[in-house]
């Protein structure tokens, strides 16, 4: 009996074996790129398989019938688009794995510019130039009614951003747009006629449209091409975050302010949509540089005050594949804007420039010069949630570290070897819903964008109720779990608002900040205290 069981589960044994064995196909090229509904396009790659036998292609989450397909081979598909489609991303499915996507467009549905000027008051784009490009080319848009200066939280310069779903015929996605930032120098100019701006991380193949106050343009395409790999992202999950400020006067006499710089999550195409669920009390000054001021006036002894806020916010796994030798030397305004010293990031130290120099020798491949770092951390620095916090330069003097120091030591080695690089501080989410706060990194390559680090996740110094990547060595050197928050993207440096003001600083927190609290006037006593980041729901798509 026991033996014909055995003989009944071998077969299905053997499909689970051979599925886990199977390589992740990689589409490379479509060709052509825009084409007509019906036409016969061609993919290369490879892991496609010698045969089909099962496997699929999905365009524009359709998926084309049998007899649509005239050729199956390892490295190439010739496949016929189906009549009823439209433009999207292209995969190839193999065996339960999905390739990464390229776009195809439809040309009948590619927006073109408008000619002429137009009416009305709402945004018109009449041409872009170059009309191709890699995240971090310059780029002159001209036509009308853009504004004579942005505003800085309605408008903007939006390209087309696409992440993998889960294939679901009956279900039709709405396209997605990721902004230029302000993180990356983007807004080189902003006229009434003319805008050049940067291609921003995460823009893929598609439409790209102005938006200002009076409406958004027309949108016109714009072909991303010429990257060294490709960054996906998947996994989507939403978040509601909340967290709150309690204060208490002690004394006080009139007149007198109180400021507080309060954190907001951080805006990337792998963190995007945040939408404030509920507030108690308006900011006197909304989204300035990633955070909302409170100004509090006229305090009395006794007074308490509580600022409490919800914010709704969808987060992503992201995955990236570089091609080392395609990776070319950084020559972008990044690198001057992102590899200055600070104190948190003591890129000029000389015990710093002397590790740097001791673990490159004579490379010279950006992206190479990040691995070698991050395996010289991982390999030499004993890395534990448990540690006492230090900084950059105690990391390397003492071999010891926690997520922040190891944060900030990545970061100062890659700007002492001049790579763009950032120190990026938030919360992870573990098993039980719970936050726990923790900083990893994001660095700058030219024609892909940037590239999420996490030296402690990486040396398998997570939380006991955290669930860390099976393979997090060479996981979290570029790619980044979905289950963590970020309310700081690179330092944060503000100035008093008062010349007077006593300035409170919090260190080692959520938010890479140099103020958080300053006290005017005759605001002589008072306490503060700052919520834990709490979630109060998931939902995972």
């Known amino acids: 009996m026991n033996k014909i069981k055995y003989i009944y589960y071998l077969p299905i044994l053997l499909l689970i074996l051979i599925s886990c064995n199977a390589k992740t196909p990689v589409i490379s090229f479509i060709d052509p790129k825009i084409g007509r509904m019906g036409e016969i396009i061609t993919l ?57 996507g390229l776009l195809f467009s439809n040309i009948a549905s590619v927006p073109r510019s408008i000619e002429g000027t137009g009416l009305g008051s709402e945004p018109n784009i009449i041409s ?105 992202f998947s996994g989507k999950r939403s978040y509601t975050v909340s967290y709150s400020v309690d204060i208490r006067v002690l004394e006080a006499s009139q007149p007198n302010s109180l400021y507080l710089w309060v954190p907001i999550p951080a805006s990337s195409p792998s963190q995007r949509n945040i939408t404030l669920v509920s507030r108690n009390a308006n900011p006197f000054i909304e989204r300035y540089r990633g955070l909302n001021l409170y100004k509090l006036d006229n305090l009395a002894t006794g007074m308490n005050h509580s600022i409490k806020i919800s914010y709704q916010v969808e987060v992503y796994s992201v995955e990236t594949v570089i091609r080392p030798m395609s990776v070319g030397k950084i020559d972008t305004p990044l690198s001057a804007h992102y590899t200055q010293s600070s104190n948190l990031i003591p890129s000029t130290n000389s015990l710093v420039l002397s590790t740097a120099e001791t673990i490159m020798g004579r490379e010279q491949n950006p992206y190479l010069k990040a691995r070698m770092i991050y395996d010289w951390i991982i390999n030499n620095i004993n890395i534990s949630e448990s540690m006492p916090h230090g900084n950059a330069v105690s990391a390397i003097n003492q071999k010891r570290a926690d997520s922040y120091s190891s944060a900030l030591l990545y970061t100062s080695l890659m700007r002492a070897s001049g790579i763009p690089c950032v120190p990026v501080a938030g919360v992870l989410i573990d098993r039980n819903g719970q936050t726990i706060r923790h900083y990893w990194t994001e660095f700058w390559i030219d024609g892909f964008g940037w590239v999420p680090v996490d030296p402690a996740l990486g040396s398998g110094a997570a939380p006991a109720t955290f669930p860390v990547k099976e393979d997090h060595v060479n996981y979290y050197f570029g790619n980044l779990d979905n289950q963590r928050i970020a309310f700081s993207w690179g330092e944060q440096i503000l100035t008093r608002m008062d010349r007077q003001g006593r300035l409170v600083s919090r260190n080692q927190t959520y938010s890479l900040q140099n103020i958080w609290e300053e006290a005017a006037g005759g605001l002589e006593s008072y306490t503060s205290l700052w919520g834990d980041i709490t979630i109060s729901g998931v939902y995972a798509h």
């Open 128 to 232: 872009v130039n170059p009309q191709t490009g890699a995240p971090g080319t310059l780029i002159t848009i001209t036509g009308i009614n853009f504004g004579a200066s942005r505003d800085p939280v309605n408008a903007g310069i939006f390209f087309s951003w696409d992440y993998t779903a889960s294939f679901n015929p009956f279900v039709v996605r709405e396209p997605e747009f990721v902004e230029v930032s302000e993180n990356e120098l983007g807004y080189e100019s902003w006229s009434s006629r003319e805008i050049i701006v940067r291609v921003p991380d995460g823009a893929v193949s598609g439409s790209l449209e102005a938006r200002t106050p009076n409406g958004k343009s027309r949108p016109v395409f714009f072909d991303i091409s010429g990257r060294p790999g490709n960054k996906n």
């Open 44 to 100: 290369t790659g490879s892991n496609f398989g010698e045969m089909r036998d099962g496997s699929y292609v999905t365009i524009a989450g359709i998926a084309p019938t049998s007899s649509s397909y005239f050729l199956w081979q390892d490295d190439s598909i010739m496949v016929r688009v189906p009549e009823l489609g439209d433009s999207g991303l292209v995969y190839v499915h193999v065996k339960g794995k999905k390739s990464n």
